[in-house]
């Protein structure tokens, strides 16, 4: 199944087509009063760790080493993934933030993780949970 995830800063204008709107940032963005936004969510769990988040903007790492941290935050907690996931399956998802250069903030890397979790969720539903039943036919002797 495809899912529909889009990235975006959230100082931009809402539109109709955004779908879920999930802000992923750590802290609330400056200026911006919680009831402009139209959110339907505003989850921390799923951005980066403040340390990790402090040690990228004071440019003490790269965007690869943040990127590389990151995913192992995500991966070390998958379950800080699911409330993501399930906006994800209903409809088209649109993770915001307030940083002002999207392609060098966490979101596409939160957005490789998730579609890879969805993936990999799909995967298993596919997959036999127990081997066939034979109850029902006559033994033979």
């Known amino acids: 199944m495809a899912y529909d995830?889009?990235?975006?800063?959230?100082?931009?204008?809402?539109?109709?087509?955004?779908g879920a709107r999930v802000l992923v940032d750590r802290l609330w963005p400056r200026g911006k009063?919680?009831?402009a936004l139209s959110l339907t969510d505003w989850y921390r769990d799923a951005s980066p760790s403040p340390t990790l988040r402090r040690q990228y903007h004071q440019q003490e790492i790269s965007h690869f080493v943040f990127a590389?941290?990151?995913?192992?935050e995500l991966r070390d907690h998958p379950e800080h993934l699911v409330p993501l996931m399930r906006h994800a399956r209903r409809r088209r998802l649109t993770l915001l933030t307030a940083a002002r250069n999207i392609e060098e903030?966490?979101?596409?890397?939160?957005?490789?993780?998730?579609?890879?979790?969805?993936?990999?969720e799909d995967a298993a539903d596919l997959e036999l949970?127990?081997?066939?039943c034979y109850a029902h036919l006559p033994i033979k002797t």
């Open 105 to 120: 903030s966490h979101l596409p890397v939160l957005r490789e993780a998730l579609l890879k979790a969805l993936r990999d």
């Open 68 to 72: 590389v941290r990151y995913r192992g």
């Open 129 to 132: 949970a127990s081997p066939p």
């Open 33 to 35: 009063p919680r009831e």
């Open 5 to 18: 995830i889009a990235l975006k800063r959230i100082y931009l204008p809402i539109e109709a087509e955004d």
